[in-house]
C-alpha cells in the first residue's frame, strides 16, 4: 500500500477528519491500494454491520420537477407508469412481504416537489398501521415538507427521512432549476428538528467531476448524515440525460472508498444503479460501501432480495436488524 494511503487511513482511524485536498489526493490513487484501505476504515468504525432496505414506490409520475435524471418528471417524454399516492393496503403488503424476506428498513418514496396537506395525513394512516402489523422501520422520501409535516410523520411512526442533495452545490443547478439545493438542505434539517434521522446522498454520472463528488461528500459530513446511498446513473430513454455515458465499476468502487474516507461511520449505500454493475455491487462492499437497496428501483429494476442476502453472507456482512 502507498505510503501515504496508509499514513491518512491510520490517522482517520484516529479521528481525523479528512480535507478537501487529501480527499482529491485519495482520489488519484492506484485503486487496489485505495479499495483496501477503505475497506479497513469501514471494518474500524462499523465492523460487519450492513444496512439494508427496501423502497416502494407510493406516488408515481407527473412530477412538477426537471430534475435531468428522472423518469418520473413531467417535462420529459418517458415510459413511466404514472399513479396516485397508493392507499394503506398496498403499503402494508409490501412491507409484511419484505420484512418476511428478512429486509429491516421500508422507505415509501413519492414522486413530486413535495405531498400535499391531505397526502400527508393519509400516508400518515399507512404508516400508523404498517407499525402496528409489521416488525419493520419505516423510513420516507416526501420531498420538500415542513418541520410541522415532519413531526406528524414521525409520530405515525416513521424514523427516517431521506432526500438526496443528488451533487455538489456547484453542479446542481446544471440538475434541476425547478428547486435549490438549499431547499433540500432546509428539508433535512427540519427533519431533524422533528426528531427523525436523515439519509442522504447524490447520483454519480451525471456529468460532475470527481471534485464535485467530494464536494458533496463534504457537504453530509457538515451535516451530519449517517446514512448515504451512492446512486449510479441509469440513463432514461427520453431524459436529457439519456446519452450520458454509464460509470464502470472501478469508477464507483473509487468513489466509494473516497467517500468512506470523508465520511468513516456513514452507512454508504449503493441504490440506483447497482444493477448495472457486473456482481451487483460486489467489489463495492470490499471497497468501503456497506449498505444497499435490495428489491425493485423506483422505475428501474433491482436486485433480488434472496441474491443479495446471499452475497453478503458471503461477504461476511451481517444485516442489521435482522
Given amino acids: 500500500m502507498d505510503r501515504k494511503l496508509e499514513v491518512l487511513k491510520e490517522k482517520v482511524m484516529?479521528?481525523?477528519?479528512v480535507s478537501k485536498?487529501?480527499?482529491?489526493?485519495?482520489?488519484?490513487?492506484?485503486?487496489?491500494?485505495l479499495c483496501k484501505a477503505a475497506d479497513e476504515v469501514r471494518q474500524k468504525f462499523c465492523g460487519n454491520q450492513f444496512d439494508l432496505c427496501t423502497i416502494i414506490n407510493g406516488k408515481s409520475g407527473k412530477c412538477s420537477e426537471d430534475c435531468k435524471y428522472c423518469a418520473q418528471s413531467s417535462y420529459y417524454q418517458t415510459d413511466v407508469e404514472s399513479y396516485p399516492l397508493l392507499g394503506t393496503e398496498?403499503?402494508?403488503?409490501?412491507?409484511?412481504?419484505?420484512?418476511?424476506?428478512?429486509?429491516?428498513?421500508?422507505s415509501i418514496v413519492t414522486s413530486g416537489k413535495r405531498l400535499g396537506g391531505k397526502e400527508v395525513a393519509q400516508v400518515c394512516e399507512s404508516i400508523r398501521n404498517i407499525k402496528e402489523t409489521v416488525d419493520i422501520s419505516v423510513c420516507v422520501s416526501?420531498?420538500?415538507?415542513?418541520?410541522?409535516?415532519?413531526?406528524?410523520?414521525?409520530?405515525?411512526?416513521?424514523?427516517?427521512?431521506?432526500?438526496?442533495l443528488e451533487a455538489?452545490?456547484?453542479?446542481?443547478p446544471n440538475v434541476c432549476t425547478t428547486h435549490t439545493q438549499q431547499d433540500k438542505i432546509n428539508a433535512l434539517k427540519a427533519a431533524r428538528n422533528a426528531?427523525?434521522?436523515?439519509?442522504?446522498?447524490?447520483?454519480m454520472g451525471l456529468g460532475e467531476s470527481m471534485e464535485d463528488r467530494i464536494d458533496l461528500a463534504l457537504t453530509l459530513r457538515e451535516l451530519g448524515v449517517d446514512s448515504v446511498p451512492v446512486n449510479m446513473l441509469n440513463p432514461i430513454p427520453g431524459t436529457p440525460y439519456e446519452g450520458n455515458p454509464r460509470l464502470t465499476e472501478e469508477e464507483m468502487c473509487r468513489i466509494v472508498a473516497v467517500f468512506r474516507f470523508i465520511l468513516p461511520k456513514a452507512f454508504i449505500r449503493l441504490a440506483g444503479g447497482r444493477g448495472l454493475m457486473e456482481g451487483h455491487g460486489r467489489n463495492c462492499f470490499q471497497s468501503g460501501a456497506n449498505a444497499a437497496i435490495t428489491g425493485d428501483m423506483l422505475t428501474t429494476a433491482g436486485i433480488t432480495i434472496k441474491r443479495d442476502l446471499e452475497m453478503l453472507q458471503e461477504l461476511g456482512y451481517q444485516v442489521a436488524g435482522r
Fill in 195 to 203: 426528531g427523525l434521522s436523515i439519509c442522504s446522498g447524490g447520483i
Fill in 142 to 164: 416526501f420531498g420538500l415538507l415542513e418541520e410541522e409535516e415532519f413531526r406528524k410523520v414521525k409520530a405515525a411512526g416513521a424514523a427516517r427521512v431521506h432526500n438526496n
Fill in 21 to 33: 485536498e487529501e480527499a482529491l489526493a485519495l482520489a488519484g490513487m492506484p485503486l487496489e491500494g
Fill in 14 to 17: 484516529e479521528g481525523h477528519l
Fill in 90 to 106: 398496498e403499503l402494508v403488503a409490501q412491507a409484511r412481504y419484505n420484512r418476511e424476506r428478512g429486509v429491516p428498513r421500508y
Fill in 168 to 172: 455538489s452545490a456547484k453542479y446542481f
